[in-house]
């Protein structure tokens, strides 16, 4: 069984495209609500050289949202959605995949190699 879970895979280097680490280019798109400070910690936690960030704040949370964007002035990897890219959320409601889709349309005039699409909770 040991054999099976520690198994890795890659395909023959001459069967792809491979690129560097360094060439890596993370997006995280993150869904906020009620907390810029979880927020906050949440994209210290994983920020690193290569990496930008695309949050949505729930229309709901203004102050939210008021404080995400002071602490997103300062630094020029992390954008925060404002109208019409912000929409009122509905836990397990469309409107999550709504706002998702807002991410990923905002998403799209940044370079990048990989999506990650993360939920800021407290």
């Given at each position: 069984?040991?054999?099976?879970?520690?198994?890795?895979?890659?395909?023959?280097?001459?069967?792809s495209?491979?690129?560097?680490?360094?060439?890596?280019?993370?997006?995280?798109?993150?869904?906020?609500?009620?907390?810029?400070?979880?927020?906050?910690r949440?994209?210290?936690?994983?920020?690193?050289?290569?990496?930008?960030?695309?949050?949505?704040?729930?229309?709901k949370?203004?102050?939210?949202?008021?404080?995400?964007?002071?602490?997103?002035?300062?630094?020029?990897?992390?954008?925060?959605?404002?109208?019409?890219?912000?929409?009122?959320?509905?836990?397990?409601?469309?409107?999550?995949?709504?706002?998702?889709?807002?991410?990923?349309?905002?998403?799209?005039?940044?370079?990048?190699?990989?999506?990650?699409?993360?939920?800021?909770?407290?």
């Amino acid at each position: 069984m040991g054999i099976v879970q520690n198994r890795t895979y890659q395909p023959p280097r001459n069967e792809s495209e491979y690129i560097s680490s360094h060439e890596v280019v993370l997006c995280y798109g993150i869904l906020a609500h009620d907390s810029a400070p979880a927020t906050i910690r949440l994209i210290e936690a994983v920020d690193e050289p290569t990496t930008v960030f695309v949050v949505h704040v729930d229309a709901k949370y203004e102050e939210t949202h008021q404080a995400l964007k002071e602490y997103a002035a300062t630094r020029p990897k992390i954008k925060v959605l404002d109208h019409p890219y912000r929409v009122r959320v509905n836990w397990g409601g469309f409107s999550m995949v709504n706002a998702t889709m807002q991410l990923f349309h905002f998403a799209d005039q940044l370079d990048f190699t990989h999506f990650v699409h993360i939920a800021a909770t407290a």
